[in-house]
C-alpha cells in the first residue's frame, strides 16, 4: 500500500512539475515561410489562387508567396477576356505580398507580352521551370498544387 502511495504522489508531482512548464514555456516562432507555388494546369487556377488565399489566412500573413506560371495557365491571367473572379481574387493577393512570376518562354510562345497581363506580374526570363529551381535554392518550399 505504501509503494502505491509513493508512486501515486510522484505521479502527481511529475504531472503538476510538468503542467507548470508547459504553462510558462515561451511560444515557439518560426522562420517567415518562403514558398514557390508552382502553376501550369489552367484548370487549377482557381484552385491555386485559393490555396494561396488560405496560406496568407493560415500564417496571419507572415509568408512570401511567389507564384510561378507557365504553359497553358498563363492564359488565364491575360487582360482581355479574363474572369472577373481570378482578376479579383489575383489582385487582391498582390496586394497581400503575392510575387507572381510568368515565363518568357511561355509568354513567347503563346505571343503574350507582360502589358497583356495582370498588374503585378513580372518575367521569369530564364524561364518558369528555372525561376522555380533558383526559388528552390534560395530556401523557398516548393508546392504544386
Do not use: W
Not at 503563346?110 to 518558369?128: C, N, R, T, V, Y
Amino acid at each position: 500500500m505504501l509503494r502505491r502511495d509513493i508512486f501515486r504522489g510522484f505521479l502527481a508531482s511529475t504531472g503538476a512539475l510538468l503542467g507548470l512548464t508547459t504553462a510558462t514555456a515561451a511560444p515557439v516562432s518560426y522562420p517567415r515561410q518562403k514558398v514557390a507555388y508552382h502553376l501550369d494546369d489552367l484548370d487549377k487556377v482557381a484552385f491555386v489562387l485559393g490555396n494561396i488565399k488560405n496560406h496568407f489566412d493560415g500564417t496571419g500573413g507572415e509568408v512570401d508567396i511567389v507564384l510561378v506560371v507557365h504553359g497553358p495557365a498563363l492564359a488565364a491571367f491575360k487582360r482581355d477576356g479574363a474572369s472577373a473572379a481570378v482578376s479579383s481574387r489575383f489582385a487582391g493577393l498582390v496586394k497581400r505580398g503575392m510575387t507572381p512570376q510568368a515565363c518568357a518562354n511561355t509568354m513567347h510562345g503563346m505571343d503574350i507580352a507582360l502589358p497583356d497581363l495582370f498588374e503585378g506580374f513580372a518575367s521569369a526570363d530564364a524561364g518558369g521551370v528555372v525561376k522555380l529551381a533558383e526559388l528552390q535554392a534560395a530556401g523557398y518550399a516548393y508546392l504544386r498544387p
